[in-house]
């Protein structure tokens, strides 16, 4: 399975100057968050029943591969997933919820609180749009939904749920998934 992950993955994935295209999404190779420039670590594509749901970028002051050292630093981050396939609020929630569960299963109870938060400002999400999560140290996490900014959840330790449900020991959209995020 991972060979023909890795086989799909290379001819759907293309570098160009500025950029990474994978299915068709092109994302670019650095954004900026409050004056500091983050780069592209890693550009994943999540699937699920063989439907290509969305394409993830991973945004850090640095490329980092090691999980481990992302989630132990506390340093502004953004996650991109732009969606291939609709998706409805009820699916978006069950998807947070999963990834609680399997990566943070003791998670203390203001980060519980704040997923139920996300989870209230979901919406369904149509193909060609757009979630982005940025971490702020100090401020915490900015939720943008369909381009319209929900609100921000407080904290670094929801910050890094929220990022375990991709990178974390158990990602819900799969291992692959993961290894492409951390530039694989």
């Known amino acids: 399975m991972r060979i023909l992950y890795s086989a799909l993955l290379s001819l759907l994935l293309t570098v160009s100057a500025g950029a990474t295209t994978l299915a068709g999404v092109n994302l670019p190779d650095k954004a900026e968050v409050k004056g500091q420039s983050l780069v592209l670590n890693g550009i994943a594509l999540r699937t699920k029943f063989f439907i290509k749901v969305y394409v993830a970028g991973l945004y ?17 981050r953004r996650q991109v997933m732009h969606f291939l396939y609709g998706v409805s609020k009820e699916q978006m929630c069950d998807a947070w919820n999963d990834g609680l569960s399997l990566n943070t299963p003791n998670a203390p109870a203001e980060v519980k609180k704040a997923f139920t938060t996300l989870c209230g400002w ?33 904290g670094k330790p929801t910050a890094d749920a929220i990022l375990s449900t991709w990178i974390g020991p158990k990602p819900d959209p799969g291992e692959d998934f993961k290894k492409a995020l951390l530039g694989g």
């Open 60 to 76: 850090l002051p640095q490329k980092e591969k090691s999980a481990a050292k992302i989630l132990g630093a506390d340093t502004p």
């Open 122 to 154: 979901m919406e369904p999400i149509k193909k060609g749009n757009e979630l982005v999560l940025t971490y702020v140290p100090g401020d915490g996490t900015e939720v943008q939904v369909n381009g319209k900014v929900k609100g921000t959840l407080p």
